[in-house]
T-cell receptor, first 115, second 108 residues
């Protein structure tokens, strides 16, 4: 297994357009997380899934954002009617419970630029 | 209010120098983790500290968890250009809280 993968790696779009990102977690990891990272900041939590169930959503996840994990494997994050403020790196991570705590493994991210 | 404050925000040093970066909070944590993130990549876990006063070493990197479990430091000995990156501290369970990071540049 090569780790968490994300596609596309880069996306440039015009304001008002819809975009969709995909995350493929490490196989057999039952938890999947989405984060957003803006320049000069650490990642900020958006949402997470356990299998196909979306268990928690941050207040950062406005109505224009929707995330799915239909079969409990890959996940998609869609942003509708993009705004310039949506420009950021979108990171995905996956994990399985270990003895001490949940260790999350991050993908390389999708960098979004909204013009 | 930022849960985790990291300092300095930026650090540029010459190869071979030593450095320390800090992660501070007013809250007590059950554990704290350090990551390094290179440009265009996701964060990579370096270490987890769980016990107050704990010291962990990873080659030239030394991590310390404060006695009160409210703060942590990362010391790098004889920095190399490959150490360049964004160093993040983090705590949390399902939803992780990250600090703002220290961006380190090691000049050859």
């Amino acid at each position: 297994d090569t780790g968490v993968s994300q596609n596309p790696r880069h996306k440039i779009t015009k304001r008002g357009q819809n975009v969709t990102f995909r995350c493929d977690p490490i196989s057999e990891h039952n938890r999947l997380y989405w984060y957003r990272q803006t320049l000069g900041q650490g990642p900020e939590f958006l949402t997470y899934f356990q299998n196909e169930a979306q268990l928690e959503k941050s207040r950062l996840l406005s109505d224009r954002f929707s995330a799915e994990r239909p079969k409990g494997s890959f996940s998609t994050l869609e942003i509708q009617r993009t705004e310039q403020g949506d420009s950021a790196m979108y990171l995905c991570a996956s994990s399985s419970l270990d003895r001490l705590r949940t260790t999350q493994y991050f993908g390389p991210g999708t960098r979004l630029l909204v013009l | 209010t930022q849960l985790l404050e990291q300092s300095p925000q930026f650090l540029s040093i010459q190869e071979g120098e030593n450095l320390t970066v800090y992660c501070n909070s007013s809250s007590v944590f059950s554990s704290l983790q350090w990551y390094r993130q290179e440009p265009g990549e996701g964060p990579v876990l370096l270490v987890t500290v769980v016990t107050g006063g704990e010291v962990k070493k990873l080659k030239r990197l030394t991590f310390q968890f404060g006695d009160a479990r409210k703060d942590s430091s990362l010391h790098i000995t004889a920095a190399q250009p490959g150490d360049t990156g964004l160093y993040l501290c983090e705590t949390g369970a399902n939803n992780l809280f990250f600090g703002t990071g220290t961006r380190l540049t090691v000049i050859p």
